[in-house]
Structure formats: C-alpha cells, structure tokens
C-alpha cells in the first residue's frame, strides 16, 4: 500500500495571497527576475492547479516565474522554504493547506516507518545501524515519498546537534556521516541487478543501475538538506534562511570566486554575449562613410536630369567582420577571471574575422594559436601554463614589462581596424604601470576597453594602478556576467 500523500495545512482566509507576494519577493531577491506580468500569472496559477498537489503547484509556478533551465536550483530552494509539506496526509473534506505553516520543529512528527525513536535506549550506534538498514531498503523501493518521510525522521534522530542559547539546531552532515549512504552502492547494485548468473555483470543493465542508484543518493542528500532547512526556517525565519541557503545565480557568480560547477554555465552565457559584442563593433563600422562612388549607375541616372548628377550612387560598402585584440592577464591572482576571459576570446574568434589572443604575467606571448575552433578551452589555459611564454622574471604581474614587450613583439598588432580588449585587474606589484604605451596602443586602436573584475571601490588601492589605467582608456568593472551584459549592452 503506498504512502497517504501529505498536505500542507487548512488556509487562512486571505493568506493565500500575502504568502504568494512573499514568495514571489524572495524569488526576485534571489536575482531571478520577475515582472508584474509573471506575478499576475503567478496568482493564476494558484486558480487552476490543486493546492493538495505539491508538485502541480511547484511545477506550475516554475512555467510563469523562470526563464531558463539555471535558475530552477534556486526557485526550488525558494519554493521548500515557502511552501512546505506538512506531515499530515491530504483531508479527503477537501480542506487546503497553509502554505505559511512550517510543520512545527518537526519533533513531534508521526513518522510512518517501523523505526526505534533513538531516545530511550541510549544506544545510537545500534539506531544508526538500524536506520541504515531501513535506508537500504527505501532506496531499492525507490518511493520518493516514503524516503522524505525518512529523511525527516533521520534529521530529527540522528542531525539534532547539541542545543545551543539560540535554540535547536540541525545538521545534514550529522546524518550523512552516521548512515554513510555512500557505503550502500555495492548492496543496491546487487538488490537492483539480483544472481550475476555465469556471465557475471557489466553492459547496459549495470549502466542503468548505477545511474539510478546516484540518482536515489542525490534525492536521499536533498530530501536532508531541505528538512534541515525547514527546521531552520520554523526557528529564524524563511528570510534569514533564504539569504545563506540558495546559491547565487551563474550570471552573479564573481569570475575571481567562480568554481568548477560555475563555469559550464557561465560557457553558456558567454556565447551569446560575444555575439551582441561583435554586432555592437561591427555597426559603428557600417555608420562609417559610404562605398566608393558607382561612376556608371550615377551618370546612368542623370540622364533623367538633363545630365545633372542630382542623385549619386555608391557601390554596396563590403562589411567585414571586425578584428580584435584580447589582452589578458593569466597570473594566478585572476586565475578564475582569465579562465573566463579565455572562455569569451574563444567566443569571440566565431564572430570576428582577426582574433589574436595575447597573454601576459610579466611578459606577454600569442596564444592565438591554441583557440583554434572547437578546442576545449581548459585543455587551451593548461597549454598556456606550460607552452606560452608568459613568464620573463619572478611570475608575479609586470603590466609595465608587459605591455613593453607586447608594443615592441607585435607592433602592428593594434591598427585602425582593431578594437583592443585588455582583461586583468590592474594589480602591478609596485611596478612601472607602462601607462606610455598604453596610451599609445589607445590611440591606434578603433576603440579600446579595459574590463577589470575588482570592485570600483579597490581601484588605486594598494598596489593597484586601474584608476590610473582608467585615464587612458575606458576601464570597466566586470565581476560577473551581469556586468558583462551591461557592458555588451551599453556599448
């Protein structure tokens, strides 16, 4: 018999309303924008849908508040705090839930599993064991709902953390380390795939069985972390909660702070991005001067005028892609800002006709050559780390040496078709900020941009020099892919 499907409990007139305009705030708070439309459809939403149906209303909500697939993480977060499962199965009278009720603490749940309550015998390794060997069998069932109803009740028996002046805490690492889900694989292999037989296993059949067995882990370790976040939110509040649990957007993640996960995401925005960059140089080029003039179609046409060229015609001006120059800063005090920058110049070679790539540390070497196109951009920052010629002294950041080097290597890299990028943070260790050549690479330059990914306020600080690289060229914070857009935007 399957588990009764919980609800939340009974609505308090009007309440209904309040809550949603709650939700909707912390939704937008959390960088995801919402317009009034969307909260319009928001409250349509809570019309047509069953309220005792949780998973209808998160869906639901999801279709008229989100617009890409990145932001569901955060909305589910949201979503948990704000709307959460009461332990009470559905009333078949009908009666809706308050979605503003958190259920309690939680120590009073009515667990529906055979399991010893963990507080009279005193023997929690011999609970441990016991609810390890229910968490085995759960996850070979595969119930969803039963194995959140455990997770309560594991968090409750086993996350309880000393309690402190502010109240009860919870911890989702207390559970994790007393059941070791991890340890349980071999044993939901074998539950899942049963006898090996004479042939042993492997192919597809295990293939699948792995994966489902991850995919049962995952959802064990996020039913703990949202009932620890529940019991957080019924003792300080689902705003304060909201604040330290959901994760910043990949677009408002800081390039200097960006990990691993981060950056297939921010991949996906960068493609875009360069394009609009390319379109944005690309039309002040063609608002430049017209063709060169059509001698025949013009005298052609002033036969119609007495032979008075009153209308001239120009032959069709040829637009040709724009060339760029990207100047970036590879030294490990921008590790995960040039990691980016080089994400963007292998964006940018699809868009421009000349892309030549530079990097620099305390001397600078072409790099151009290791962003041919569909190469891994991490396979092309390693080849820089041990082939380019990025290093000349010490491996701490010379601009001065730097941009020295690249002036007298490449001089006509930089002409009057080619817009110069220079990514870094203006950080020269004390040195000569080269400030002359600088400003000489500006002048030849059709346009020049510096994006640095330090706050405005660090600028000049220390042994910063952006606020002097700022008077001969336009300097730009760029900390995150939001600022980027507005950067593309605004040029």
């Known amino acids: ?33 919402v317009g009034i439309s969307q909260a319009v459809d928001a409250a349509e939403i809570l019309t047509v849908v069953d309220l005792l149906q949780r998973e209808q209303l998160r869906h639901g909500l999801a279709a008229v508040l989100l617009q890409r697939a990145s932001q569901r993480p955060a909305y589910d977060v949201l979503f948990d705090l704000w709307w959460p499962l009461s332990d009470r199965p559905a009333d078949p009278s009908g009666d809706a839930a308050d979605p503003s009720d958190e259920g309690g603490s939680g120590d009073d749940d009515a667990s529906t599993l055979d399991l010893p309550d963990g507080h009279g015998d005193g023997d929690e390794r011999d609970l441990a064991e016991r609810m390890r060997a229910e968490l085995a069998r ?17 968090v409750d028996q086993l996350g309880r953390a000393p309690a402190s002046p502010s109240g009860q805490a919870y911890f989702g690492y207390r559970v994790m380390r007393a059941l070791s889900p991890d ?20 192919g597809l059949a295990e293939q699948v069985a792995r994966q489902t067995v991850r995919e049962r882990l995952a959802a064990f370790r996020a039913a703990v972390d949202a009932e620890v976040r529940r019991r957080a939110a ?38 875009p991005l360069a394009r609009r960059l390319a379109v944005k140089l690309s039309a002040r080029r063609r608002m430049g001067r017209e063709g060169r003039l059509d001698f025949r179609k013009t005298v052609r046409a002033s036969l119609g005028t007495g032979g008075v060229p ?55 070497d072409e790099v151009t050559r290791f962003f041919r196109p569909g190469a891994d951009v991490a396979g092309a920052v390693a080849r820089i780390g041990r082939e380019a010629d990025v290093v000349a002294f010490d491996g701490h950041s010379d601009y001065g040496n730097a941009l020295e080097v690249f002036a007298d290597r490449w001089p006509t890299a930089v002409g009057p ?75």
């Open 417 to 491: 078709k080619t817009s110069l990028l220079v990514l870094g943070d203006g950080r020269t260790n004390y040195r000569q900020p080269g400030l002359p050549v600088l400003a000489d690479l500006v002048r030849r330059a059709r346009s020049a941009h510096w994006l640095n990914p330090e706050p405005r306020r660090l600028w000049g600080s220390g042994d910063s020099a952006a606020d002097r690289y700022g008077e001969v060229i336009d300097m730009v914070e760029c900390r995150n892919a939001l600022q980027l857009t507005d950067f593309v935007t605004t040029l």
């Open 234 to 271: 019924a003792e300080r509040g689902r705003e304060r909660v909201a604040k330290s649990a959901v994760r910043p957007l990949a677009e408002q993640v800081d390039f200097l702070r960006a990990q691993q996960s981060d950056l297939a995401e921010l991949r996906r925005a960068v493609a």
């Open 138 to 154: 759960l996850l070979l069932d595969g119930d969803d709902e039963r194995l959140r109803r455990f997770a309560r009740q594991a």
């Open 310 to 364: 009153v209308v001239t015609h120009h032959r069709p001006r040829k637009v040709h892609k724009p060339e760029l120059v990207v100047l970036c800063d590879v030294s490990g005090s921008v590790a995960g800002f040039s990691h980016f920058t080089l994400m963007l110049t292998q964006a940018l070679r699809e868009h421009f006709s000349g892309v030549r790539a530079f990097a620099f540390v305390d001397a600078t």
């Open 183 to 202: 340890t349980l694989v071999a044993r939901l292999l074998a539950g899942l795939l049963g006898d090996p037989g004479e042939g042993g296993r492997g």
């Open 1 to 33: 018999m399957s588990a009764p499907v919980p609800a939340p409990s009974p609505v308090a007139p009007g309440g209904l309303a309040g809550h949603l305009d709650g939700f909707v705030r912390a939704v937008r708070d959390a960088g995801i924008p």
